[in-house]
């Protein structure tokens, strides 16, 4: 819906964290625990079942015994849990036991191993997340995902667990949203249940319709866009000189098209003069034209054909004093064809229809 900037520049001296996939391995946890340790860091040990932890911190003990334990979850006392926090951040134990209360605010440089006992339980964005606990220095970091059997994964946790393991560069946070919202569909809107409607109808449109029901339940009212048609034999586009990328280029028209206001023009205007330098000849035509569109849109017209010098507005009824005021306005020739067209000829080029336009409203108004 909206547009998006992606910044996929790493901290400088971050390594990616190596990421492993598989059934649950206590030879790969001990080798792994006792490595982390050996190199004088720390480690995570994520088991996500408050009733159970105390009892594989045990059995971990057990595993590897010279290693020192901590447990930590979310229904400690909060100055206990407080108190074991500290304790890690000291380095007084080896591994912390904890549940996924250390998925987001926990930034400890020297613990660069995670363990997950149950990864086929927990969310990819999630996931993600508790994976960046790690890695958190200059230091290369190990996550393991475990499951406790292959054949038990239901086809979302394999796509999941999958997608970490093929996405384990610096940056690649926007590639694993994206890949979350296949995985989990998109919602009402673009899920299943819609997008039927939406092939159907077209993106914007569809937009543009759900933009009139939100109004309508707001209690406000929304003029319709009018249908206009600009006929010039103008060069108007955006060249690749001027805008080298043609995604930008193209999203540069659609935003255009989508302008309903002389001051989104403006906006849109000084955007593309600040990023890509003075608008060339065929930008300020395509201007030229939306801002043409807007107002013969204003002026209940159905269209403005500019050929051989000559400006033409129509389908259009005007009074005699409108049409008074608008020969005061204008000392060329106008001409008026069964009050149905109003015809400008000169030779200043299309902003002089855009002239005609802007004439023709101020006469209204006057009159």
Known sequence: ??????????????????????????EMIKLAL???KERGGQAFYLHNRVESIEEVAAKLQQLCPGLRFLVA??????????????????????????????????DIPQANTLIIERSDTLGLSQLYQIRGRVGRSDETAYAYLFYPDARELTPEARARLATLA???????????????????????????????????VGFELYV??????????????????????IDARIDAYVPQQYVSSEALRIDIHRRLALAESEDELRELQASLEDRYGPLPEPVEHLFAIQEAKIKVA????????????????????????????L?????????????????????????????????????????
Do not use: C
């Open 1 to 26: 819906m909206r547009d998006i900037s992606i910044i996929e520049t790493p901290p400088e001296g971050r390594r990616p964290i190596r990421t492993s996939v598989g059934e649950y391995d206590e």
């Open 34 to 36: 006792e490595r982390e």
């Open 73 to 106: 979850h979310g229904q400690m006392r909060e100055k206990e849990l407080e108190e074991k926090m500290h304790a890690f951040l000291r380095g007084d134990a080896d591994v912390l036991v904890s549940t996924t209360i250390i998925e987001s605010g926990i």
């Open 166 to 200: 093929d996405h384990t560069e610096l940056g690649a946070g926007f590639a694993i949203a994206m890949r979350d919202l296949e995985i989990r569909g998109a919602g009402e809107l673009l899920g299943g249940e819609q997008s039927g409607h939406v092939a159907a």
């Open 208 to 229: 543009e319709l759900l933009n009139e029901a939100v109004a309508e339940l707001q209690g406000q009212r929304r003029v319709a866009a009018r249908p206009v048609r």
């Open 298 to 325: 204003l002026l209940g017209a159905d269209y403005l054909v500019f050929r051989g010098g000559k400006a033409t507005v129509g389908r259009l009824v005007l009074g005699s004093g409108e049409l008074k005021e």
């Open 327 to 367: 020969r005061d306005r204008i000392h060329t020739a106008v001409y008026v064809v069964a009050n149905r067209e109003i015809t400008l000829r000169s030779e200043d080029g299309f902003p002089q229809a855009i002239r005609l336009v802007d004439a023709i409203l101020e006469a209204r108004q006057a009159a």
